[in-house]
């Protein structure tokens, strides 16, 4: 079965950066593309960033410039380089398939704050 384990939240003030992992198993994973979610409360969850099999990516705007996805196929991880975060940036991060979701893991919190 799929498993996402994503890893690498935590608390950040304005400005600060954070790195996000996510670990993928069960799947084939250079066969699909990835993407980054995210949800805040009380709102829905969001797709940020998403990477495909041939390295074409896609940004939301909220984020374009500041966030950077990468993939490493042989360890079968995703990433999330955040960079200038602000306190909109406040949400549990996910990984997913975007052509084929598997049932969500856990996510990492990232909390932007003073």
């Known amino acids: 079965q799929v498993q996402l384990v994503e890893s690498g939240g935590g608390l950040v003030q304005p400005g600060g950066s954070l790195r996000l992992s996510c670990a993928v198993s069960?799947?084939?994973?250079?066969?699909?593309?990835m993407g980054w979610y995210r949800q805040a409360p009380g709102k829905q969850r969001e797709l940020v960033a998403r990477?495909?099999?041939?390295?074409?990516?896609l940004y939301a705007d909220s984020v374009k410039g500041r966030f950077t996805i990468s993939r490493d196929n042989a360890a079968k991880t995703v990433y999330l380089e955040m960079h200038s975060l602000k306190p909109e940036d406040t949400a549990v991060y996910y990984c997913?398939?975007?052509?084929?979701?598997?049932?969500w893991g856990q996510g990492t919190q990232v909390t932007v704050s003073s």
């Open positions: 990477i495909s099999t041939d390295g074409n990516i």
């Open positions: 997913n398939r975007p052509s084929a979701m598997s049932a």
């Open positions: 069960g799947i084939i994973f250079s066969a699909y593309s």
